[in-house]
């Protein structure tokens, strides 16, 4: 079945890049996003790669897509305080209508 | 302002008495999900909807109903709740195209002792 996996905490010094990781199952999924959750707050979508692509950067943004390996992964150059949240990879297979599949989100602590 | 309200924020309750968990998006969107928030299972898919009268189960819709009548709102029922839902509970929308991002309201955190 399909299933997202993450790392569940990543602890990084203000100024240094921080590198969230995230493995997927369902080959054939074609959209693949990172969302952020600050505390008591919904999710928020930062950005999303579609499968074709194997790299997009925005801003302090870069997310890494490697098909083969089913490997994405969020990049945050200059990481902030403010970026302390949750980070959240997941999926829309293709095979699965239109569900959407979450990993248990990765908890980013950025130290001053 | 575009947005997804829920409410309750915070509900306490017992075993046993049916509770509804109200949603509502302005921004005109087709489709509209339900999830909840456990610790160290992330967001599991509780049941989703691509439009009016359309409504199918995600991965974890056992002990919940839903319904949608009107575009606009996507009520999360539970006619009988047990401890093992309490949980945070998110209601989210988007457009309905293939692989859009959904916009997610601020939860509802719901015990039930």
């Known amino acids: 079945g399909e299933d997202v996996e993450q790392s569940l905490f990543l602890s990084v010094r203000e100024g240094d890049s921080s590198v969230i990781n995230c493995t997927y199952t369902?080959?054939?999924?074609?959209?693949l996003y990172w969302y952020k959750q600050e505390p008591g707050a919904g999710l928020q979508l930062l950005t999303y790669?579609?499968?074709?692509?194997d790299m997009k950067q925005d801003q302090r943004l870069t997310v890494l897509l490697n098909k083969k390996d089913k490997h994405l992964s969020l990049r945050i150059a200059d990481t902030q305080t403010g970026d302390s949240a949750i980070y959240f990879c997941?999926?829309?297979?293709?095979?699965?209508?239109?569900?959407?599949?979450f990993g248990a989100g990765t908890r980013l602590f950025v130290k001053a | 302002e575009a947005q997804v309200t829920q409410n309750p924020r915070y509900l306490i309750t017992v075993t046993g008495k049916k509770l509804t968990v109200t949603c509502s998006q302005n921004?005109?969107?087709?489709?509209m999900s339900w999830y909840r928030q456990d610790p160290g299972l992330g967001l599991r898919q509780i049941y989703y909807?691509?439009?009016?009268?359309?409504?199918d189960k995600g991965d974890v819709p056992e002990g919940y109903k839903v319904s949608r009548k009107e575009k606009r709102n996507f009520p999360l029922i539970l006619e009988s709740p047990s401890p093992n839902q309490t949980s945070l509970y998110f209601c989210?929308?988007?457009?309905?195209?293939?692989?859009?991002?959904?916009?997610f309201g601020d939860g509802t955190r719901l015990s039930i002792l």
């Open positions: 909807s691509m439009n009016v009268e359309v409504t």
């Open positions: 369902d080959s054939s999924s074609t959209y």
């Open positions: 989210a929308s988007g457009t309905g195209g293939f692989g859009q991002p959904q916009h």
């Open positions: 997941a999926e829309t297979p293709q095979t699965g209508g239109f569900k959407t599949i």
């Open positions: 921004m005109n969107h087709e489709y």
């Open positions: 790669i579609f499968s074709n692509m």
